[in-house]
């Protein structure tokens, strides 16, 4: 089993609908990050959260630490938002991250 | 500038070439990584260096051979290389030592071995 896990794989959606992307993992962690990777591209860090809820734009990143989990949420989808997104967790020593597989997400026009 | 920037962004080499990869950023990031990965899989760790240190090779080949001339370059010297080491090569650093830092990515340099 992989220290971290989410679903879905892959996710396909109308423009306009909210998405969630769920993550959870096995080990204890000091921070978990969502990134985004469009096709063929270099990855941009959305968020790193420790606790608690974050918010950009049309972006909500929430984390439960007692039940292990987060989820990102993305409001009014929007075509540009396809993308893979994934989930790290930071252990709770050292710099290294542990990725999930990743979040296929289309959204169509 | 939250930029850490890749050359070049794509690469052509033999199995006999010797090539290097670059990565640079200004933040005054003392930490630097370098990931690899293969299409449709998540990132893969190669090398973390700390304060120019490498602190952490994740059993890589010797024919991958990083390198940290100061604390705002990075590279990658590649030699011998086989054709299963096409893949993206990822480049990101973070801010210290501290262990709640945002990794910043650049580009990649997308490999392909012939």
């Known amino acids: 089993k992989n220290e971290v896990e989410q679903s879905p794989q892959n996710l396909t959606a109308q423009e306009g609908e909210f998405i969630t992307i769920n993550c959870s993992y096995s080990?204890?962690?000091?921070?978990l990050h969502w990134l985004q990777q469009h096709p063929g591209g270099g990855i941009v860090s959305l968020f790193m959260?420790?606790?608690g809820k974050k918010k950009h734009g049309r972006l909500i990143a929430t984390i439960n630490i007692q039940e292990k989990h987060s989820s990102l949420h993305i409001t009014a989808s929007h075509p540009r938002d396809s993308a893979v997104y994934i989930c790290a967790v930071r252990g709770e020593y050292g710099n290294k991250l542990v990725f999930g597989a990743g979040t296929i997400l289309r959204v169509k026009s | 500038d939250t930029e850490v920037t890749q050359t070049p962004k794509h690469l052509v080499m033999g199995m006999t070439n010797k090539k290097s990869l670059k990565c640079e950023q200004h933040m005054g990031h003392r930490a630097m990584y370098w990931y690899k990965q293969k299409a449709k899989k998540p990132p893969e760790l190669m090398f973390v260096y700390s304060y120019e240190k490498l602190s952490i090779n994740e059993s890589v080949p010797s024919r991958f051979s990083p390198e940290c001339p100061n604390s705002s370059l990075l590279n990658l010297h590649l030699h011998a290389l086989q054709p299963e080491d096409s893949a993206l090569y990822l480049c990101?650093?973070?801010?210290?030592?501290?262990?709640?830092?945002?990794?910043?990515f650049g580009a990649g340099t997308r490999l392909s071995v012939l």
């Open positions: 080990v204890g962690i000091s921070a």
């Open positions: 990101a650093s973070s801010g210290g030592r501290g262990l709640k830092n945002i990794q910043y």
């Open positions: 959260l420790s606790s």
